[in-house]
């Protein structure tokens, strides 16, 4: 699986959009963006994934750039519920592949 | 619905002691992978278990093994347990349908301390 690029650490401001950038410049194609976060003391949550289509859900929106060497994670209104260790996570399609490969994220504290 | 359960939440053991730790999945999903959780630093992989085959292995020595009931739950075993050994485990389910592109579920992980 390629290798993704984090910052270490965000802040960002109650109620405004939280953009979280992540780098994967070696990435197949076939290979998916995940994101999950990890709250303290939690398992980690699945967020969003994404082949090459921005997508959209309930949670969050993915950017991914047309050469899809990066990509950003956006929360539109950030809380404090928020704040959580975002991974991002670059991972094959192969049939019956499920192992996910954690870099070291990024802490994202939102600030009241 | 209930999702992935850990038991124990936490454990202490000595060096040299053995540990098992259990998992439940959500229901209906047949396969379960293990993560080791150091303080500070990301899940790793330890291995997948479907239709109680191991599917994949990380990168860990042989003291560590697993298995998987025909209820889809499974035990992950650590023999001769060392000081390095104390972290998080999680265990994770999803569907298997093979898809390629399922998410995890996580449970909220067992905390061992090994002393």
């Known amino acids: 699986d390629a290798k993704t690029t984090q910052p270490p650490s965000m802040d960002c401001a109650e109620g405004r959009a939280a953009n979280l950038p992540c780098n994967h410049s070696?990435?197949?194609?076939?290979?998916?963006v995940y994101w999950y976060r990890q709250i303290h003391s939690q398992g980690p949550q699945y967020i969003i994934h994404?082949?090459?289509n921005n997508e959209t859900n309930e949670m969050a929106s993915l950017i991914i750039t047309e050469d899809r060497k990066s990509s950003t994670l956006i929360l539109p209104h950030a809380t404090l519920r928020d704040t959580a260790v975002y991974y991002c996570?670059?991972?094959?399609?192969?049939?019956?592949?499920?192992?996910?490969?954690f870099g070291t994220g990024t802490r994202l504290t939102i600030i009241p | 619905d209930a999702g992935v359960t850990q038991s124990p939440t936490h454990l202490i053991k000595t060096r040299g002691q053995h540990v098992t730790l259990r998992c439940s999945p959500i229901?209906?999903?047949?396969?379960v992978s293990w993560y080791q959780q150091v303080l500070g630093q990301g899940p790793q992989f330890i291995f997948q278990?479907?239709?109680?085959?191991?599917?994949g292995r990380g990168n860990f020595p042989d003291r560590f093994s697993a298995r998987q009931f025909p209820n889809y739950s499974s035990e992950l075993n650590v023999n001769a347990l060392l000081l390095g050994d104390s972290a998080l485990y999680l265990c994770?389910?999803?569907?298997?349908?093979?898809?390629?592109?399922?998410?995890?579920?996580f449970g909220s992980g067992t905390q061992l301390s090994v002393l």
């Open positions: 070696t990435i197949s194609g076939n290979e998916y």
């Open positions: 278990y479907y239709e109680k085959e191991e599917r």
């Open positions: 994770a389910s999803s569907p298997g349908t093979g898809q390629g592109y399922e998410k995890l579920f």
């Open positions: 994404g082949l090459k």
């Open positions: 229901s209906g999903h047949k396969s």
């Open positions: 996570i670059v991972r094959a399609s192969n049939f019956g592949n499920e192992k996910l490969t």
